[in-house]
C-alpha cells in the first residue's frame, strides 16, 4: 500500500478557520474542505471571538471550541453531517445532563448562558 492511499484512510486536520459563511479545514493530506457555517447552530450564534477559540483533539481527526461546546470531526466533514439544533431550550439542557444512580442529575458540558445574553 502506497504511503497517499495511507494518508487517504486516515483524514487529519492540520488547521481549521471559521468565517462568516464557512467551516474550513487544511487536512494533512493537502485538502481545503468546507462546509457552511449553518451546519453548526453553535458556531453560527457564536462570537468571532469564541469561533476562534478552538483546539485540534485526537491528533487532528475533530475540532473543539470550548466556549460553545462544539466538537466536529474531520469525518462529520468530509460526509456532510450537519448539527441537528435541539427543537426547545430544554432540549438543550437534557442533552447536557445525565441521570445518576439514584435519580441525581449531573452536567456533563459546561453550561452555557440564555440565548439572550451578550446578543
Known amino acids: 500500500m502506497s504511503t497517499v492511499a495511507s494518508v487517504g484512510n486516515d ?21 481545503v474542505i468546507s462546509v457552511p457555517l449553518a ?4 458556531l453560527s450564534e457564536a462570537t468571532p471571538a469564541q469561533r476562534a477559540n478552538f483546539r485540534l483533539i485526537g491528533t487532528g481527526h475533530g475540532v473543539h471550541w ?20 435541539p427543537r426547545s431550550r430544554a432540549a438543550i ?6 441521570r ?3 435519580g441525581v442529575l449531573q ?13
Open 11 to 31: 483524514p487529519r486536520i492540520q488547521k481549521v478557520r471559521v468565517t462568516k459563511d464557512q467551516i474550513v479545514a487544511d487536512l494533512v493530506d493537502g485538502r
Open 39 to 42: 451546519w453548526s447552530w453553535r
Open 66 to 85: 470550548p466556549d460553545v461546546d462544539e466538537d466536529i470531526s474531520v469525518d462529520g466533514l468530509l460526509h456532510g453531517t450537519p448539527a441537528r439544533r
Open 93 to 98: 439542557v437534557k442533552v447536557r445532563t445525565q
Open 100 to 102: 445518576l444512580p439514584g
Open 107 to 119: 452536567r456533563t458540558g459546561k453550561q452555557r448562558p440564555p440565548l439572550s445574553a451578550g446578543r
